[in-house]
């Protein structure tokens, strides 16, 4: 068999297997902004359905292919609106978390006192930002807890808020780093992510 031939075989295979792989990952979105709808899917579920979304956009953008991305903005768009509303449904019927009383505000106050311009709970296309500093141009994701677990999180939230802010500082604000987590602080901070700890000790 000619090389060629062999190339444009693999070629269909591989665009065979994609959209295949985008037929599964979309029924699961489906499925996501369904639960999200009615108050039944958390946070992180709703922003890594959107992730998903965002790389059928870009690849329905390569394609060529309007009606593929017609669906995806649209189901991008609704996945925002239940992420959206579900947060301050959420708010209103919990009232301030640990998090929020105990490291987003105090932080925010800090900031503010120093004259900063801040936003708290700003939206972008990857979800939405605990606290933003205009002055700082600083994104800053906070956790209640400074454990391995809750960084690594904080740190795939700020990767994906990141492309909406290219060049901004990213940063996580935590009560305070967790002896077992100090690891991962470090490379971190190696990666350019900043750790803010609000009652270090």
């Known amino acids: 068999m000619?090389?060629?031939?062999?190339?444009?075989?693999?070629?269909?295979?591989?665009?065979?297997?994609?959209?295949?792989?985008?037929?599964?990952?979309t029924s699961l979105v489906i499925t996501i902004l369904r639960f999200a709808r009615?108050?039944?899917?958390?946070?992180?579920?709703?922003?890594?359905?959107?992730?998903?979304?965002?790389?059928?956009?870009?690849?329905?953008?390569?394609?060529?292919d309007d009606g593929m991305l017609r669906s995806a903005v649209d189901l991008k768009a609704g996945l925002e609106e239940a992420l959206k509303n579900g947060v301050d449904s959420l708010r209103s019927k919990l009232g301030p978390t640990n998090e929020a009383l105990k490291v987003e505000e105090p932080l925010a106050r800090a900031r503010r006192a120093l004259g900063h311009e801040i936003r708290r709970q700003h939206r972008c296309a990857g979800g939405i930002v605990d606290i933003f500093d205009l002055t700082a141009d600083e994104l800053i994701e906070c956790k209640f807890r400074g454990s391995s677990a809750a960084l690594g999180e904080a740190a795939g939230q700020l990767k994906r808020y990141s492309k909406s802010f290219p060049g901004t500082s990213l940063s996580i604000a935590v009560r305070s780093i967790e002896p077992e987590a100090s690891w991962l602080a470090d490379v971190l901070r190696r990666q350019g992510i900043a750790i803010i700890e609000i009652e270090p000790g």
């Open 2 to 25: 000619p090389a060629s031939a062999s190339a444009t075989k693999d070629d269909i295979a591989r665009k065979a297997k994609q959209l295949v792989d985008l037929h599964h990952e």
């Open 38 to 64: 009615s108050g039944h899917a958390t946070d992180v579920m709703v922003e890594q359905a959107i992730a998903l979304v965002e790389r059928h956009i870009a690849v329905a953008r390569d394609q060529g």
